[in-house]
Nanobody
Framework: QVQLVESGGGLVQAGGSLRLSCTAS????????VAWYCQVPGETREVVAA???????KYSNAVRGRFTISRDDAKNTVYLQMNGLKNEDTGVYYC?????????????WGRGTQVTVSS
């Protein structure tokens, strides 16, 4: 079972930046995709950004132009650089890996890291 560990969350003022890291116990480049999700209390997790094994990248409309997802295969880590943070970016950010096409869901999840953006 692959383990994913997120880090880098914290409290930041609106307009500030954070960089989240997702480090895998296995070879992260072997996953067909890795994604970042955000969950606000009482709501479902929403995908924020994703990167495929081939390097295709997608962002949600809410973060496009402000967030950047990248992958460092040597460190088995996927990053989420978050710039121009807004109050509505507050939530728990989860890393997910290996998309299961039959179940339409990711197979492995981290425990999440809290991001809080203050006014």
């Amino acid at each position: 079972q692959v383990q994913l560990v997120e880090s880098g969350g914290g409290l930041v003022q609106a307009g500030g930046s954070l960089r989240l890291s997702c480090t895998a116990s296995g070879t992260i480049s072997s996953f067909n995709a890795v994604a970042w999700y955000c969950q606000v209390p009482g709501e479902t997790r929403e995908v924020v950004a994703a990167i495929t094994q081939g390097g295709i990248i997608k962002y949600s409309n809410a973060v496009r132009g402000r967030f950047t997802i990248s992958r460092d295969d040597a460190k088995n880590t996927v990053y989420l650089q978050m710039n121009g943070l807004k109050n509505e970016d507050t939530g728990v950010y989860y890393c997910a890996a290996e998309w299961d096409r039959d179940r339409s869901e990711f197979r492995s999840w981290g425990r999440g890291t809290q991001v809080t953006v203050s006014s």
